[in-house]
């Protein structure tokens, strides 16, 4: 008996067209915010501590440029589909957020990856990229991409 098992169909993906590479810029400029915040709740301004800014953005930039694609995040069928764009995203993110503090702990990085830093990271990197990443579906759908 043959069984069917119903995937997500997902691909390894790189933006292959200027409104995916426009939704990855987006990207970047999330996790900039998200880390812009995380640094601003510890009394620090992101632009004036550019070093440790992009220190401290490194290794989320590392593992997001490394696993988005390979999660299928770029798919033109992800960016036009909500519910598609949530089941790749929090889980994904989720990943990428441990992957990153797990970089972050290394000896190229400072700071640490306590289990409490991976968890806020993972609720509020959601925070700001689930939105982003929904009005993406929006627009896409809206303009008909």
Known sequence: MLRHVRTLGV??????????????LGDLLGLLLFIAWGLYAHNLRAWEVPVHTAETLAPFLIAWLVFAPLLGLYQGR???SYGQTLALLVPG???IA????????TSLFSGGASPVFVVVNVV????????WRLAVVAGFRRLGL
């Open 98 to 105: 441990l992957v990153g503090a797990l970089i972050r702990a």
């Open 124 to 131: 509020f990197g959601l925070l700001v990229l689930a939105p």
């Open 11 to 24: 691909r390894p993906s790189l933006p292959a067209s200027p409104a995916a590479a426009l939704v990855l």
């Open 78 to 80: 992800t960016l036009r």
């Open 93 to 95: 993110w989720a990943g």
